[in-house]
């Protein structure tokens, strides 16, 4: 099995299985880090390439060193996943929907039309991936490709993008 993250912590270079890095948000509303014993608070810093945004996302230390890189976002556990994809969406690592112009379903997918604050995107999900809410408010969308959308206020969009979102999301 080829490794999906690498821990670095206290200048150790270790490749671990994805199953050995646990990622939690805690009382402090930061992202915890945590191996065995050993646990530390870190930020996500994207990498190279953007297009793939469930891939190669760097933690890092409050002084900047990477603790861990997370090769596959799909490769941690459902609650790592989950913490991280929330770091992300406070982060700002992904396209933030303005307005929803069209969502079309198809046999197995469906297919959006959308403005984010980055431009016109068009995008996929599966028919049974729905949008999920997130703990400050909104909600957050994951395509076909892994890239990442999130919708901050839905009720305070334009009447038709929330004729277009009733079915998805309450």
């Known amino acids: 099995m080829k490794p ?10 270790r490749i671990l299985r994805d199953e050995a890095l646990a990622l939690e948000r805690r009382g402090d509303g930061r992202l915890w880090a945590r191996r065995g014993g050993e646990a530390l608070p870190v930020v996500v810093r994207r990498c190279f390439p953007w297009s793939e945004s469930s891939r190669y996302i760097s933690l890092r230390s409050d002084d900047q060193r990477e603790v861990a890189l997370v090769r596959d976002l799909g490769a941690l556990s459902p ?3 989950q913490a991280l994809e929330e770091a992300m969406a406070e982060a700002g690592f992904m396209f933030e929907v303005t307005r929803v112009k069209g969502v079309e379903a198809e046999v197995e997918i469906r297919h959006w039309r959308v403005e984010t604050r980055q431009g016109p995107r068009t995008f ?16 957050l969308i994951r395509d076909v490709a892994g890239d990442l959308y999130r919708l901050p206020e839905p009720e305070s969009m334009d009447h038709e993008s929330r004729k277009l979102l009733w079915a998805f999301v309450d």
């Open 4 to 13: 999906t993250v690498m821990w670095r912590p206290s200048m150790k270079h």
């Open 79 to 81: 609650e790592s996943r």
């Open 124 to 139: 996929q999900t599966r028919l049974d991936d729905w949008p999920r809410a997130l703990p400050g408010g909104g909600f």
